[in-house]
């Protein structure tokens, strides 16, 4: 069993940065690949990065790309996103997931634990 726990969101400008924390329990969190999805007020969750178990390989939306950046840190159990260069489409709540698996992947239905969400607005 894994628990999600995601810090980091708040209000922030248009053109602003902010980082997320997604803190993990459980002793097998480096085997396990780690993505980010976010879901806006009457839209469906979609996804916006993910990570291998290593943060060897990296895989991202084509909206955040080059805005944003998954990392994570194992000694930590610890995943991030980086985001800069926010933009108001970019407000919603952002949760952190985690497949048993060590490979990434963008599909939500292949993740098997996730965390409550941290909410993201962007004013512009």
């Known amino acids: 069993q894994v628990q999600l726990v995601e810090s980091g969101g708040g209000l922030v400008q248009a053109g602003g940065s902010l980082r997320l924390s997604c803190a993990a329990s459980?002793?097998?969190?480096?085997?396990?690949?780690m993505g980010w999805f976010r879901q806006a007020p009457g839209k469906e969750r979609e996804f916006v990065a993910t990570?291998?178990?290593?943060?060897?390989?990296?895989w991202y939306a084509g909206s955040v790309k080059g805005r944003f950046t998954i990392s994570r840190d194992n000694t930590r159990n610890t995943v991030y996103l980086q985001m800069n260069n926010l933009k108001p489409e970019d407000t919603a709540i952002y949760y952190c997931?985690?497949?048993?698996?060590?490979?990434?992947?963008?599909?939500?239905?292949?993740?098997?634990?996730w965390g409550q969400g941290t909410q993201v607005t962007v004013s512009s």
């Open positions: 459980g002793r097998t969190f480096s085997s396990y690949a």
């Open positions: 997931a985690a497949r048993s698996d060590p490979n990434y992947s963008d599909n939500e239905n292949r993740y098997d634990y």
């Open positions: 990570i291998s178990w290593n943060g060897r390989s990296t």
